[in-house]
């Protein structure tokens, strides 16, 4: 797929993005070890139905979980306050995650944006930024990457239940999604691992 | 408490343990992005009721799942096959680890034994089990660590279904359970994780 050009350092589908050191081999043990299966992919992409007329109202939800948790509203903010200009273009980025973790096409070239996100939360943080994210904090520690699992699939969740009755498909749309994110924060955890131990 | 003397390499209550990096304070903030309260921690007590009679049961469960995952069970194994003596020992403080997580006694003392579990499974790992660990694979890769809060939460989940009929009482420990497994895998993140970025 083409980079969405309305979305600031979105890069999905960039061709002059490095390969990931992650193969999709590893990719496959990983996915057997969440129990992540083609069933999951086909509850994803129906989750997808469900979730992306209502992307701003998730990404909202979200950027309120940001500002009301100091450690997190930190990593947009300088020492004089927060860069509304960052939080647009992070938040705007989400949004976009919301849906491509819903098209769920795990392959290469998702492997390597996976990668470009774990790099943007350490070492590449504030560069694709430019100006915006000046003079903010230089990383995010991943003591805050992992947990934040739980909140995505927790507000996720509240969005899937208002727009689908059954709870056996909210369920079922749920545990995708919670390993989906699983998969995704342990991918993004590469970047900061020391050498070999990931 | 004191260290159960029946499980081998137990130190949960050991005061010779190194205190752990992460302070009481660094944890409420985990918990806070977790949306870990009081209630996870009454959620987590009555889950002991229904969990603790059925040890052996999870860990069986578990131990199938080790062993039906390559990768997972390679951790257990020298060039000449699996070592019985080191998985039984393994297996044995999980099933300590299970009434621990219920325990929900989440201070100093626990957080030095989260942070020797987490040694545990990189530089330290064949260290408590002696003799028997002799030969296997000097570390666990943080990528399946970090996955396994998944089969935790859904075997779990299975065992809190059989003794609880009310859907919502499940799920409500079911919750604290997910939210612990994953405050547990950051912690045990942090040994790995490159200087200052956890």
Redesign the interface.
Known sequence: MAAAPSVPGYRYGDPTLPRSPVTTE?LA??E????FTDDDLAALRRSGDILLPHTQAIVDAFYGFFGS????HDTFCTPQGPSQEYQAHVFARFGQWIADTCRGQYDDTWLAYQQEIGRRH?TGKNEADGPAAAGTPP?V????V??????TY?TVRAFLEKGETDPAAVERMAQAW??SV??Q??LW??P???DG??
């Open positions: 590893d043990q990983l057997a070890v969440l129990l948790h100091a450690p997190l350490y990383f520690p991943l003591r805050y992992i947990p934040l699992a739980y909140a927790a919670l390993k699983l998969m924060v342990t955890s590469q900061y691992v020391r131990a990931w």
